[in-house]
């Protein structure tokens, strides 16, 4: 299909609309907005009069022709011939006389590659029929200059010598300031089996990273890691994604005809030769930072305009989602929600024919991410989207991004109320803005791009569809129930500790799972989360905290897990502390404008640039009015643990007066029977002692509350004290009977290990013991009998 | 001819009339698990009694709770993991014992007191301890040779172009290995009542026979089979749905709940009788009993269940 009414290409920001007013309207309107220009000038964090950046600083062109190679006879590898024309500008005031390529491709080269070689630490192995791709560039000459110039292959990360994903040129004469360098090259990529991002399938392509691509030139005098002769050119590595310039590419390609292509920017040209069978497709892209494409014949391919605001017939309805957050978040920021303009996008979704079913569900998420992100951080720039929906087998090509064009990934049996596919779709559309419009270093600080993007596709998904339902697939079979314990052995993963040789581990069979966990009998049907959306990326954070510390390059984290958490969770829950602690200190709807304003004023100041965490923290903190960096620093700059406790919760009781005591001038003798009459302090006014302790390494300020009413923690009025957390213990004393005693109350410190501890009652209950206990014994007892049946 | 064999009338009687035995091994079943149990319920009584929100950790079940309660050190899955597999082993050496009480059932045909059950079942349990063994042997080799099967079907079903189809393939292949140790359970359980039946002492050549006995009455034997397997997947079925409607987060409903733990234990150990008795029946019928019921055509008295066992001397 394809769209009735396409619009040029014409990047978009957010602008104000005025609707067809009469001219009273129009003068009151004016007198209006006058004054609120003026409020807006008043206010500090209030930035709606500032320019949003339309397009990049582009100081790089690529023109790209690039050809699909199949080959002959027992060959069955899929090559892509190339030849393309790099034009970079020197944009920095010193002369450059070398240049760094990256060859992406080449991770696929061999399993010596510093990307497989790190793949087969974590336990990768090749499949039998793995096809070895990789990057060849055939000739490669300087516009302008006779002869062909030399590469060499650089591998300053870890000395690989079998490593070939950066490449050196030396460039002669020097580039001048202001000066630009064409370089021209004829390149074959041969297209790998698809174990991570790019490669083929059959006749399913994904050609990322499939292009020799400049590194990024930085200066002699950069004080970036890594920075070689003035450029920052990292090897391609297991855990890490990519940094680059923004450039203009102008791509032309000749495909099979009968295939399906998608790609970064718009297509401008499409013919095809009867005769060859040949399909030559432009593409062109301005203002983005990698360009991909993917093509298939088996790919469905529907094409419908994105309007987040409007439903399939009219305005969204008032109870839409993505409408009441527009209203929320314009409340917020004091402005009208028409003047938050997000407009269309041109959303093409490829999608394998079996998913044809799933097709309205990536719209709707599609809608989803681009309204959500768009409110929150500026609409889409772009016209054009594409959703690829990535083929059977080819799964490692799913759940990546690259500007205007994603890669989701589904299957069969999706049922709606888990969030497969919407979770991916939303995530890496929400990657358009953090990855592409706000284009951080991914290589070494990747929790600007995954970890924000996380946080913040939870957020849209939970507003848009609440809480997803647990899901324990077996055989295919989507049962929507979690397990309360998993235990190993056979057909559910043979135990490590049980050093068996490989040949000797009983294989895992799903069906024999299912037979002994009889999920419908043991398992309950739950919510991925009880309340909180963020508390779900606990678990993870929980598991691998105290490895690493959360801003380090990606191949120096001690493992892929490490990397996953310090990438993803933590960033995820950093956030969420950041704006916890903007509601506790300035009160939740003033916290709340304080978070949105930061957020907003580091999307807009940093839009179409490449920002740092440094940048990051001071566009957030001056958008906020609040400077959040010591919670930042106190967070992430140690591996160590935080861990708050309420220890007890006990009642002060004075002791019977007894002994020697002056009264009246005089000292006299009291005895404990009270003979004196004297009573003991308190008795009428009794008091508790409440101990909190700081079991881990990190310090923060925590707030405690008490409460003296028995009853759900909802329904009680609390009394809240605050501490700066930076003794090993402290006892508060309040007067009354204390029932109950909690910190972190809007959990605010979701990096706390252990959040058992950060309540406790004076009355336990037995509940959750007996149910849980009684649970495990369902499956036990059970499980036992399954296992008895065949013997 | 809904029950040619008589042998599913024979079955049920012997089920009729060992109501209270079955009541009685699920609860034996029920105190062997106590234990991990027990463990479990303590570890998170420990973790969330003194919780604010405990009623609700008790309500619903909390992934964040459980990231806390397995927290980084692994101790308690370790511990409930060891606790799981003693209870497995404990249940290897005590289910012989009940598989000799439910072929003496089905060989008695009538009613037999809990001590009868026991005594017979310990007249035979060396010789139904060397059959689970000898099932677990042979479960386990058959799933190693399985696993060629199922590595290359994976690798074809990876080369699909399509979900569906290698879906279909995988199910298929798993089905015929599931069938298979379904197979090897029903040969097992004839192995049982043939041991009985003729009192012969060869395991190996009784499990043998066993299998012949099967394969020549391939629709009897494992007709009978998958009706008793089907009844014990529906009494499931009806219990998961009873089950999930009694959740709560109240001791009234964890009562309510263990109790139909174990009426479901008792139906599933039912069932397991049930096979046993309709197992002897067509044994004996198609070895030579006629059309007698079951137990009774042996013309046995009371005192021979006990006794002339010729490994027992």
């Keep these: 299909m394809s769209p009735a009414r396409s619009p040029p290409y014409n990047p978009r920001v957010p602008r104000i609309r005025l609707s067809r007013l009469s001219r009273l309207a129009r003068r009151a309107a004016i007198v209006l907005i006058a004054g609120l220009f003026a409020a807006v000038l008043v206010a500090p964090r209030m930035d709606a009069e500032e320019e949003w950046r339309t397009t990049a600083e582009v100081n ?179 855990s890490t994604e990519f940094f680059a310039d923004y450039a203009d590419y102008l791509v032309t390609l000749h495909v099979p005809s009968g295939t399906v292509t998608g790609a970064t920017g718009t297509r401008v040209s499409d013919e095809t030769d009867e005769v ?81 079913a799933q097709v309205d569900r990536h719209f709707e998420a599609a809608r989803v991410a681009l309204g959500m992100f768009g409110i929150w951080f500026g609409a889409y720039p772009y016209d054009r989207l594409t959703i690829v929906d990535p083929a059977h087998g080819a799964r490692a090509a799913g759940g990546m991004e690259y500007p205007q064009l994603v890669t989701a990934g589904t299957r069969n049996a999706a049922p709606e109320r888990t969030l497969r596919p919407e979770g991916v779709i939303v995530h890496e559309i929400g990657h358009q803005w953090f990855m592409n419009l706000l284009a951080t270093n991914e290589a070494e600080e990747a929790w600007l791009d995954e970890g924000l993007n996380t946080y913040f596709t939870t957020r849209a998904l939970h507003l848009a569809y609440g809480p997803p339902i647990g899901e324990h697939r077996l055989l295919g079979v989507p049962f929507l129930v979690t397990p309360f314990f998993e235990f190993p052995g056979l057909g559910a993963g043979w135990p490590e500790w049980i050093d068996l040789p490989e040949w000797a581990h009983p294989p895992d069979l799903d069906i024999f799972t299912a037979w002994r966990d009889l999920p419908p009998l043991t398992m309950l049907p739950t919510q991925r989360y009880r309340k909180d959306p963020m508390a779900r990326r606990r678990a993870s954070y929980v598991r691998r905290a105290g490895w690493d510390e959360m801003v380090k390059p990606g191949w120096e984290f001690v493992d892929r897990s490490s990397y996953g958490v310090n990438a993803y969770s933590r960033p995820l829950l950093l956030l969420a502390t950041l704006r916890r602690t903007l509601h506790w200190r300035l009160g939740a709807d003033e916290g709340e404008r304080a978070f949105d304003a930061g957020m907003l004023r580091y999307a807009r100041d940093w839009r179409f640039r490449h920002p740092t965490t440094a940048d990051f923290l001071a566009a957030f903190s001056d958008g906020a009015g609040f400077d959040v960096r010591p919670i930042v620093a106190a967070l992430t700059q140690t591996a160590g643990a935080l861990d708050y406790a309420v220890e007890s919760i006990k009642p002060l009781e004075e002791p019977e007066l007894a002994g020697w005591v002056e009264r009246d001038g005089e000292t006299v003798l009291v005895h404990e029977d009270g003979e004196s009459g004297e009573r003991r302090r308190g008795r009428d006014e009794p008091r508790t002692a409440v101990v909190v302790r700081r079991r881990g390494e990190v310090v923060v300020p925590i707030r405690l509350q008490v409460t003296r009413d028995s009853g759900p923690a909802d ?77 | 001819m809904i029950d040619p064999t008589g ?75 060891a606790l799981t597999t003693s209870t497995l082993v404990l249940f290897f050496f005590v289910r012989p014992l009940f598989m000799g009480g439910y072929v003496a059932i089905a060989a008695r045909g009538d009613r037999i007191r809990f001590d009868e059950f026991i005594r017979v079942g310990g007249a035979v349990y060396w010789k139904f301890l060397r059959i689970a063994l000898i099932g677990v ?20 079903a990876a080369n699909f172009r399509t979900e569906g189809p290698a879906l279909t393939y995988r199910r298929i292949t798993e089905l015929v290995v599931f069938a298979a140790f379904w197979v090897l359970g029903t040969i097992l359980d004839y192995t049982r009542v043939g041991i009985r039946m003729h009192r012969r002492p060869g395991v190996f050549a009784e499990l043998l ?24 997947i529906a009494v499931i079925w009806a219990f998961a749905l009873l089950l999930q409607a009694a959740d709560g987060a109240y001791l009234i409903t964890s009562v309510a709940i263990l109790i139909l733990v174990q009426i479901l234990v008792a139906l599933r150990e039912a069932c397991r009788l049930f096979h046993h008795a309709g197992a002897w029946r067509i044994r004996r019928r198609e070895e030579g009993g006629g059309e007698a019921e079951a137990g009774r055509a042996d013309g046995l008295a009371r005192d021979d269940l006990l006794a002339n066992l010729p490994w027992n001397g």
């Design chain 1, 60 to 238: 790089v062109r690529y023109e790209i022709e690039a050809r699909v190679l199949e080959g002959k006879g027992d060959d069955d590898r899929l090559r892509i011939g190339g030849e393309q024309l790099v034009v970079w500008t020197n944009t920095s005031d010193e002369p450059v006389s070398v240049a760094y390529l990256h060859l992406y491709a080449n991770a696929f080269r061999n399993t010596r590659s510093s990307f497989l070689r790190e793949k087969a630490f974590e336990g990768w192995s090749p499949p039998d029929d793995m096809q070895y791709g990789g990057i060849e560039i055939r000739r490669l000459s300087r516009v302008g200059f006779p002869g062909e110039l030399e590469l060499s292959y650089v591998s300053a990360d870890d000395a690989n010598p079998a490593d070939r994903t950066v490449a050196r040129v030396q460039l002669d004469p020097a580039i001048a300031p202001g000066g630009q360098l064409a370089l021209k090259m004829k390149f074959t990529t041969t297209l790998p089996t698809i174990v991570a991002r790019m490669g083929h399938k059959d006749d399913f392509i994904m050609a990322a990273q499939w292009y020799p691509k400049l590194g990024r030139f930085v200066g002699t005098q950069s004080t970036m890691r890594g920075v070689r002769e003035g450029w920052y050119c990292h090897q391609f590595h297991r």
């Design chain 1, 276 to 356: 060859d069978f040949i399909r030559t497709e432009t593409w062109e892209a301005k203002s983005v930072v990698d360009f991909a494409w993917t093509s298939s014949p088996r790919y469905e391919r529907h094409v419908r305009e994105i309007r987040p605001l409007r439903a399939a017939a009219g305005l969204a309805p008032m109870d839409d989602p993505v409408r009441k957050e527009l209203i929320r978040v314009a409340a917020l920021r004091g402005v009208d929600p028409e003047s938050i303009d997000i407009p269309g996008v041109w959303v093409t979704l490829l999608i394998q024919p079996e998913h044809a």
């Design chain 1, 715 to 791: 329904e009680v009025s609390w009394t809240t004290v605050e501490w700066d957390g930076e003794e090993r213990w402290k006892r508060f004393v309040f007067e009354g009977e204390i029932v109950a005693a909690r910190i972190h109350p809007d959990a605010e410190y979701l990096q706390d290990v252990d959040r058992r501890n950060d309540s406790r009652v004076v009355e336990p209950t037995t509940r959750p013991g007996v149910k849980w206990g009684v649970r495990f014994m369902l499956w036990l007892e059970n499980a036992a009998l399954s296992y008895g049946r065949f013997l």
């Design chain 2, 7 to 81: 042998s599913v009338r024979a079955a049920w009687r012997a089920v009729r009339r060992a109501k209270r035995l079955v009541i009685l091994v699920a609860l034996v079943d029920g105190l062997a698990c106590l234990p991990a149990a027990i463990y479990a319920g303590l570890a998170v009584h420990r973790s969330a009694a003194h919780q604010t929100d405990a009623t609700a950790l008790a309500r619903t079940f909390d992934p964040d709770f459980m990231a806390d309660l397995r927290g980084t050190d692994g101790d308690f899955d370790a511990t409930l993991i």
């Design chain 2, 137 to 156: 042997v042979t479960a386990y080799l058959l799933s190693l040779a399985a696993s060629p099967l199922l590595d290359y079907i994976d690798d074809q």
């Design chain 2, 209 to 232: 026979r066993s299998a012949v006995f099967v394969m020549q009455h391939p629709v009897e034997t494992l007709g009978f089979s998958a009706l008793a397997f089907g009844i014990e």
